[in-house]
């Protein structure tokens, strides 16, 4: 047994849980009108109501020992602190750090980060205002006009998606483009209408390694010097943003066009370093300084706010308690907002890759569920596609529904229908509707006893599904800001309290490696006989296939 399930209140929780699973939360709520009230907390610019979770005061005043017991406050001030909590790697846990409002030094491995950040902030503003205002010309004296951003994962996920979200606030400057896929048929089609002399690219990775960014940022290179280029031009066309600063200047980058990072970010928790070069760019250096902000004032409610008031403690504890007490094994992110269209993509990298592991902290394979796999879509979208799992399936999927009290781009009559759907999902999927109301229905609409014997059972819905409300007064920077850093700080809680290294990514190595070797043999004669029989089937087949 497990240190975790040697706890009270994780003892406690397994009791409740059995109990709770045979509860509807029609009932709860018959039971307790005051449930809204009890189970939502209200920020400035943001409300969760997470009243329709299978919960009561008991389960959450339970949750909270939980957290008590496995210390989360303790962990929370040693992060702050940049004590180095990423154990695997010996690393300090500092993203808050590019986003703090303050002077104070904050000291590690005899560095003053909050120094550090302010010198990064310093030249990244420098920068991007010379882009913006034409000032930073390309290699034949013509202004910049488009940004291309090389990377992935981390470097491209987070930027892009607030790219996408904050569109509204560009005012086109420049235009910014994302390339990730090492498939060629992104690139070529991003580059296909730009004019090499008014491209920059820049070419994010924190490891300067990958090998998807490195292919592409050296396709990059040769687009812009088969024109009537040569390979001086790179210094007025090409910037980096990597920790890895011998790497990009052996990749011809000009030092005073790298961007560094501190092995203290993470790659998914970077967007708020020069990874996001792109989102100021794209937005000028204040609208960028705003979402820091915004995310900002999410570090400061998440430190000072009790852990009952605590948005993202409170999120963290509710996904424990849906997937490892109750058994949900997946989580829906279904924002009501098209500026979130890349919402869930971010936070599958920034959820499944920080806590998508099954040892904990001490190295021992842990016996219980942690965290759920994560996807989504536009709720809207959603509803036309795979609601129908959600309501009726035999797989509880628990779901985070976020939407905006206004939209960015209001156009006459589509929010209300917008946010009239958003409300009535998380109704639908928690009350549901039995057999009895059914029947009763279509006996009202005058259809036959056969008819409804027949359609009866299709038409029940069970309900009693899980779901969180987020609503944001808007989408705007430092909303966003805020809640990016809210769902940060719900996956850190989460790690704590089911041990698990939230911050390290081995699991990723092993394919990679494979992919190096593999790569070597689709471009070579022979293939290794390591290879199981169907890889090497496969192998052998692509390589015939290719030369017929
Ligand atoms: O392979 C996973 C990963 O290492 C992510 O953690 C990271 O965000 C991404 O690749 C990109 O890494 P880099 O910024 O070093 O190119």
Redesign the pocket.
């Known amino acids: 047994m497990s240190s975790r399930q040697s706890l009270t209140s994780w003892k406690k929780l397994s009791q409740l849980a059995l109990n709770k699973k045979s509860q509807h939360m029609n009932d709860l709520f018959e039971q307790d009108k005051d449930r809204f009230n009890k189970f939502s907390i209200e920020l400035p610019k943001m409300l969760l109501d997470y009243s329709k979770n299978l919960i009561d005061s008991e389960t959450m005043s339970t949750l909270f020992e939980l957290a008590n017991e496995c210390e989360v406050v303790e962990w929370r001030t040693k992060m702050f602190a940049g004590e180095k909590i990423n154990k695997t790697e010996d690393r300090a846990v500092l993203h808050t750090a590019l986003r703090r409002n303050s002077t104070e030094p904050l000291i590690v491995d005899g560095d003053n980060v909050t120094e550090s950040v302010q010198a990064q902030l310093t030249k990244m503003e420098g920068f991007v205002n010379r882009v913006r205002e034409g000032k930073w010309k390309g290699y034949s004296g013509k202004r910049i006009t488009d940004i291309v951003n090389i990377?992935?994962?981390?470097?491209n996920l987070g930027p892009q998606m607030v790219t996408e979200a904050l569109k509204h606030y560009s005012d086109h400057s420049v235009n910014v483009h994302y390339v990730s896929n090492v498939d060629g048929a992104q690139i070529v089609e991003i580059l296909r209408p730009l004019d090499p002399e008014k491209v920059l690219f820049i070419v994010?990775?924190?490891?300067f390694?990958?090998t998807e960014?490195m292919t592409n940022a050296k396709t990059a290179i040769k687009w812009l010097t088969a024109s009537s280029f040569d390979e001086r031009a790179v210094g007025k066309h090409f910037v980096a943003v990597t920790a890895n600063k011998e790497n990009a200047m052996s990749f011809g980058i000009e030092e005073e066009n790298i961007f560094g990072m501190w092995d203290w970010v993470g790659?998914?928790f970077s967007l708020w370093s020069a990874i996001g070069l792109a989102i100021a760019l794209d937005l000028g250096f204040d609208k960028f300084k705003a979402l820091l902000a915004g995310a900002d004032e999410m570090d400061q409610h998440f430190v000072n706010a009790p852990l009952e008031q605590n948005l993202p403690v409170v999120m963290a504890l509710l996904s424990v308690w849906n997937t490892t007490f109750l058994g949900s094994k997946s989580q829906a992110i279904l924002p009501y907002d098209q500026t979130l269209h890349m919402l869930a993509a971010y936070l599958q990298q920034a959820e499944m890759?920080s806590n998508g592991k099954s040892v904990s902290w001490d190295g021992e394979e842990v016996d219980y569920a942690t965290v759920p796999s994560i996807w989504g879509e536009l709720g809207i979208n959603g509803q036309h596609a795979f609601y129908q799992y959600l309501h009726q399936s035999n797989n509880v999927v628990p779901a985070d529904f976020i939407g905006s009290v206004e939209s960015v781009t209001p156009v006459q009559g589509h929010h209300e229908t917008l946010m009239s759907n958003f409300f009535a999902q998380t109704q639908a999927l928690m009350t549901g509707v039995n057999e009895e109301q059914v029947r009763a229905d279509l006996k009202a609409k005058g259809r036959t006893p056969e008819y409804i014997d027949k359609v009866a059972p299709h038409k029940v819905h069970k309900g009693n599904r899980p779901t969180n409300t987020i609503l944001l007064k808007r989408i705007d920077p430092e909303t966003l800001g805020s809640l990016i850093a809210a769902y940060e700080h719900k996956i850190f809680v989460q790690g704590i309290i089911l041990q698990i290294c939230s911050f390290d990514?081995w699991g990723?190595e092993l394919g990679?490696g494979l992919a190096a070797s593999i790569q070597v043999e689709l471009e070579g004669e022979s293939i290794s006989d390591k290879h199981d029989c169907s890889t090497e089937n496969l192998i052998n087949f692509y390589k015939q296939a290719k030369n017929k």
């Open positions: 990377g992935v994962g981390g470097s994010s990775s924190k490891t390694t990958t960014t790659g998914r890759e990514q990723v990679k």
